[in-house]
């Protein structure tokens, strides 16, 4: 008998923003302030949030998260984080962040998954995240998106592998 | 949550991300991240051991070892390790500060209950 394939769910980085996890005024000029601004806009208790916003410093101390282009991803695997989740933020003035370009970033997308999950999605949401804000066009788009839901609109639009 | 479980979460995470950043050809590098002090955070790992207790730490070091993460959180009286039903005196509550972190009675993971449960 033909083994048929199981059909594979595209990854949909909506799956895990909500447009309450985007704050598109950060008001931190420092890289520190911007993490702790977008750790604070997850669901978390105020101890996992500090633990969280603790692993996302050091991963920083580590190397650069930015991709250049005005864009970072900070990111990392924590216990305190029961599943995968996105919060995003926008710095109209631009905050330095060690950019292998030199350029300041605006666009921060932090991606906090927990050790293990299932479907093993972390990887391949932190590739799709990175090819999503590499296009021109979306960076664009993302940078001039009125509100959050806009914002999240374009995610949802663009923000699909698979 | 007591200093000792937040020390525990802390090395926990440490030792996390310093796996997923050791291998050659990584995820991390090939998305164009940078991944290059790994002495600072060899620094902090040792200062976060340096306060933990010795018989915690070879506990961390063991289900490390065997499982590749070390701590474990209880939701609902389960552990989220193993999914054991912990014995009803421990699954009630958290620890108190000075208490020693417990160990998962079925597969010796560190166990840490998170605020609210």
């Known amino acids: 008998m033909a083994k048929r394939d199981a059909p594979v769910r595209p990854l949909k980085l909506t799956e895990f923003l909500r447009p309450q996890h985007i704050k598109l005024k950060l008001r931190s000029n420092s890289r520190d302030g911007v993490l702790e601004e977008l750790v604070n806009l997850l669901p978390l208790e105020p101890r996992p949030r500090a633990l969280l916003l603790d692993m996302l410093k050091q991963r920083e101390k580590l190397g650069s998260t930015s991709i250049g282009k005005g864009v970072a991803i900070p990111h990392g695997r924590s216990v305190v984080v029961s599943r995968l989740m996105i919060a995003c933020g926008r710095a109209d003035e631009g905050v330095d962040w060690d950019s292998a370009d030199g350029k300041p970033v605006n666009l921060f997308f932090a991606i906090a998954a927990p050790p293990i999950e299932v479907g093993n999605l972390y990887h391949p949401t932190l590739a799709r995240v990175v090819e999503l804000v590499r296009d021109t ?9 009125a509100d959050p839901e806009a914002f999240w609109q374009i995610v949802e639009e663009e923000g699909v592998a698979g | 949550m007591n200093k000792e479980a937040e020390l525990l979460i802390k090395l926990n995470d440490l030792e996390l991300l310093m796996k997923e950043t050791e291998d050659p050809g990584l995820v991390e590098e090939g998305l164009g991240f940078k991944v290059e002090k790994r002495e600072e955070l060899l620094a902090v790992r040792q200062r976060i051991r340096a306060a933990i207790r010795p018989e915690t730490l070879s506990r961390f070091d063991r289900a490390w070892k065997r499982y590749g993460r070390a701590l474990a959180p209880v939701d609902n009286g389960v552990c989220c390790g193993c999914f054991g039903r912990l014995p009803t005196a421990m699954a009630q509550t958290s620890y108190h500060p000075g208490e020693e972190a417990p160990s998962c009675p079925f597969c010796a993971r560190i166990l840490y209950w ?4």
């Not at chain 1, 066009?137 to 998106?145: D, E, F, G, I, M």
């Open chain 1, 137 to 145: 066009a979306v960076r664009k788009r993302l940078l001039s998106a």
């Open chain 2, 114 to 117: 998170a605020p609210g449960d």
